[in-house]
């Protein structure tokens, strides 16, 4: 059984950063790629951000582009997102995911394994 655990989240101002991080654990295995999803009270489940492959080929969503950046350490499995230049659109539960292999549609939340129960990002104007 894999578990992923997200931490970081909290309150910050417009304008502020916040660094969220993701651990998988619990059997030995290297995920091929693990990303950010994201969710606004109201709104459907998006996708936010991934790392992937043994390059570690990244992906974000138009409206993060320039101001996230996701990481991750391998030795670790964990996964880094930093959000900097936050704003109150941005305000959501964050959760990580989690794919072990290769998939085709990296913004579909279907093609991942494992899903973290999230962590709140609140952003005030």
């Known amino acids: 059984q894999v578990q992923v655990v997200e931490s970081g989240g909290g309150l910050v101002q417009s304008g502020g950063s916040l660094r969220l991080s993701c651990a998988a654990s619990?059997?030995?295995?290297?995920?091929?790629?693990m990303g950010w999803f994201r969710q606004a009270p109201g709104k459907e489940r998006e996708f936010v951000a991934v790392?992937?492959?043994?390059?570690?080929?990244?992906d974000y969503a138009n409206s993060v582009k320039g101001r996230f950046t996701i990481s991750r350490d391998y030795s670790k499995n964990m996964v880094y997102l930093q959000m900097n230049s936050l704003r109150p659109e941005d305000t959501a539960v964050y959760y990580c995911?989690?794919?072990?292999?290769?998939?085709?549609?990296?913004?579909?939340?279907?093609?991942?394994?494992?899903w973290g129960q999230g962590t709140q990002v609140t952003v005030s104007s």
């Open positions: 619990g059997r030995t295995f290297s995920p091929y790629g």
């Open positions: 995911a989690v794919t072990t292999y290769y998939r085709g549609n990296y913004y579909d939340g279907s093609s991942y394994d494992y």
């Open positions: 790392v992937r492959g043994s390059s570690d080929n990244t």
